[in-house]
């Protein structure tokens, strides 16, 4: 690590008090060019303990940056981790509201839930298949605190991999039940479709990202607890949204699940 202790809770204190606020700033990087994926990571996790110590719970886990169209769209090669606080959570069909985001945008995700612990290192896609309990459409919604959504890895390890809210719903599947390398998957927004893709863009296999999470958290001495909520990453590139907005994914085999923009 690069940056000391006090200079990594300053950095969550602002870029935490962004989200919550929901005001933009520059890029960490700007001012701290030396620091590293440690530092990165450290400024994410005190993030997260800031939240649970307000009373916050972590109801989920995230990976980013998973599929080649969003690595291009970003300019970035590598996928991110993160978590989901509770109200990040939005109820199927509920509403999300604008005013508390920046810059929202979307993502068509498959969501996973595992019914036993996985723990990397050697963590692979049969392993995360094996331990999963089913799988679910998800729709993520980021929102980068940064400016123009200009940021390089590091700063957006940083600011939780712009984690802001989700919904998960449609038709619970066992993951032996669907080739989530060719499931398909429509993004409507306003009753027109906006976004397709199949799961094979997430890394080639989605389970393959929960895999690499499983093997991130191994590497840092934890592990993917049996019940933990996993969204796989975007399939598509994120599209923006603004009030008035209502985006429905429909995910073949496993229904549709939806959210509307106030």
Same mark, same amino acid.
Request: negative net charge; glycine residues 10%.
């Given at each position: 690590?690069?940056?000391?202790?006090?200079?990594?809770?300053?950095?969550?204190a602002h870029l935490?008090?962004?989200?919550?606020k929901a005001k933009?700033?520059?890029?960490? &990087?700007?001012?701290?060019? $030396?620091?590293?994926?440690?530092?990165?990571?450290?400024?994410?996790? $005190?993030?997260?303990?800031?939240?649970?110590? #307000?009373?916050? #719970?972590?109801?989920?886990?995230?990976?980013?940056?998973?599929?080649?169209?969003?690595?291009?769209?970003?300019?970035?090669?590598?996928?991110?981790?993160?978590?989901?606080?509770?109200?990040?959570?939005? @109820?199927?069909?509920?509403?999300?509201?604008?005013?508390?985001?920046? !810059?929202?945008?979307?993502?068509?995700?498959?969501?996973?839930?595992?019914?036993?612990?996985?723990?990397? @290192?050697?963590?692979?896609?049969?392993?995360?298949?094996? *331990? &999963?309990?089913?799988?679910?459409?998800?729709?993520?919604?980021?929102?980068? #605190?940064?400016?123009?959504?200009?940021?390089?890895?590091?700063?957006?390890? =940083?600011?939780? &991999?712009? *984690?802001?809210?989700?919904?998960?719903?449609?038709? =619970?599947?066992? =993951?032996?039940?669907?080739?989530?390398?060719?499931?398909?998957?429509?993004?409507?927004?306003?009753?027109?479709?906006?976004?397709?893709?199949?799961?094979?863009?997430?890394?080639?296999?989605?389970?393959?990202?929960? *895999?690499?999470?499983?093997? !991130?958290?191994?590497? #840092?001495? $934890?592990?993917? @607890?049996?019940?933990?909520?996993?969204?796989?990453?975007?399939?598509? $590139?994120?599209? =923006?949204?603004?009030?008035?907005? *209502?985006?429905?994914?429909?995910?073949?085999?496993?229904?549709?699940?939806?959210?509307?923009?106030?």
């Amino acid at each position: 690590m690069m940056l000391d202790q006090d200079t990594i809770a300053k950095l969550a204190a602002h870029l935490e008090d962004c989200e919550l606020k929901a005001k933009d700033t520059l890029k960490i &990087t700007n001012d701290h060019p $030396e620091m590293d994926w440690e530092d990165a990571y450290a400024i994410q996790d $005190e993030i997260r303990r800031r939240k649970i110590a #307000r009373g916050n #719970r972590i109801v989920g886990l995230k990976a980013g940056l998973t599929s080649h169209a969003k690595m291009k769209q970003m300019g970035v090669e590598t996928p991110v981790f993160g978590f989901m606080a509770d109200y990040y959570a939005v @109820p199927e069909g509920g509403e999300c509201k604008v005013s508390d985001l920046i !810059h929202p945008k979307i993502e068509p995700e498959i969501a996973f839930v595992t019914k036993r612990a996985l723990k990397g @290192p050697g963590c692979h896609i049969g392993a995360v298949l094996a *331990a &999963t309990d089913f799988v679910l459409p998800g729709i993520e919604v980021i929102d980068s #605190r940064y400016r123009d959504f200009n940021f390089d890895l590091k700063s957006v390890i =940083a600011d939780n &991999t712009s *984690a802001a809210r989700f919904v998960v719903g449609g038709q =619970a599947v066992p =993951a032996s039940e669907v080739d989530l390398r060719t499931v398909g998957i429509v993004l409507e927004k306003n009753g027109k479709q906006v976004a397709f893709g199949a799961g094979a863009a997430v890394l080639g296999h989605p389970a393959a990202a929960i *895999a690499m999470l499983a093997n !991130h958290l191994g590497a #840092r001495g $934890e592990e993917l @607890p049996a019940g933990t909520l996993i969204l796989s990453g975007g399939i598509t $590139e994120a599209v =923006a949204v603004q009030p008035g907005d *209502a985006v429905t994914l429909r995910v073949q085999g496993m229904g549709s699940v939806g959210m509307r923009f106030v």
